[in-house]
């Protein structure tokens, strides 16, 4: 049974950084593409980042290219998404997303059409 259980939201100052996380279990990383996701109150869900499951390749929107960094560790099953230099406009419930899909993950983060979500973590950028 695939289950995500994503950590490390919480409060930061802007310009703040903070590292979420996705444990992951069911599943091996290299299997499954991972990606993160955000849906602000009154706004539709948005996709972030991803990494695709064979070549760990990795995918960014441009909101968020150069400031965050997705990674994560097969041994620890486990997705990174560190965050820096964040901005008020990045407050939103992050939720991270998984499917067996072999291709490039972007596509799968366009249409948000993961198979398998995790509950979400609340980060709030505000001074």
């Known amino acids: 049974q695939v289950q995500l259980v994503e950590s490390g939201g919480g409060l930061v100052q802007p310009g703040g950084s903070l590292r979420l996380s996705c444990e992951a279990s069911?599943?091996?990383?290299?299997?499954?593409?991972i990606g993160w996701l955000r849906q602000a109150p009154g706004k539709e869900r948005d996709g972030v980042s991803c990494?695709?499951?064979?070549?760990?390749?990795?995918y960014y929107a441009d909101s968020v290219k150069g400031r965050f960094t997705i990674s994560r560790d097969i041994a620890k099953s486990t997705v990174y998404l560190q965050m820096n230099s964040l901005k008020p406009e990045d407050t939103a419930v992050y939720s991270c997303?998984?499917?067996?899909?072999?291709?490039?993950?972007?596509?799968?983060?366009?249409?948000?059409?993961?198979?398998?979500w995790g509950q979400g973590t609340q980060v709030t950028v505000s001074s």
């Open positions: 990494i695709s499951s064979i070549d760990g390749s990795t």
């Open positions: 997303a998984a499917d067996p899909y072999a291709g490039r993950c972007s596509f799968l983060l366009r249409q948000s059409s993961f198979a398998s």
């Open positions: 069911g599943f091996t990383l290299d299997e499954y593409a």
